[in-house]
Nanobody, 125 residues
Framework: QVQLVESGGGSVQAGGSLRLSCAAS????????MGWFRQAPGKEREIVAA????????YYTDSVKGRFSISRDNAKKTVTLEMNGLLPQDTAVYYC??????????????????WGQGTQVTVSS
């Protein structure tokens, strides 16, 4: 079992930046691949970015490539999502998630077993 807590959300103008953080506790953080998802009102939760156990491999959904960056610090048990050049369509609740199954795909919610409570990101035009 692992517990995840997100922080860093807020309201910014288009073109601005935010850094989201996820703090993990309860188990060895390095056992888990990690991901960031987001869910806008009335829409399905979608993958934003993911990284493997040691942070050497990353994935980004096309809409955020070049703007967002995922990283992790296993010693501190944290994962970070740096968001730059924010757009109104980035507005959503952002969730940190830990993978519990190495076989299931890392780009779908079904590939993750543990979730944080979410943090709101609002981008105004």
């Amino acid at each position: 079992q692992v517990q995840l807590v997100e922080s860093g959300g807020g309201s910014v103008q288009a073109g601005g930046s935010l850094r989201l953080s996820c703090a993990a506790s309860g188990r060895r953080f390095e056992y888990y691949g990690m991901g960031w998802f987001r869910q806008a009102p009335g829409k399905e939760r979608e993958i934003v970015a993911a990284t493997n156990r040691n942070g050497a491999s990353t994935y980004y959904t096309d809409s955020v490539k070049g703007r967002f960056s995922i990283s992790r610090d296993n010693a501190k048990k944290t994962v970070t999502l740096e968001m730059n050049g924010l757009l109104p369509q980035d507005t959503a609740v952002y969730y940190c998630a830990a993978r519990g199954n190495a076989i299931l795909s890392a780009v779908y919610t079904t590939g993750y077993s543990y979730w944080g409570q979410g943090t709101q990101v609002t981008v105004s035009s």
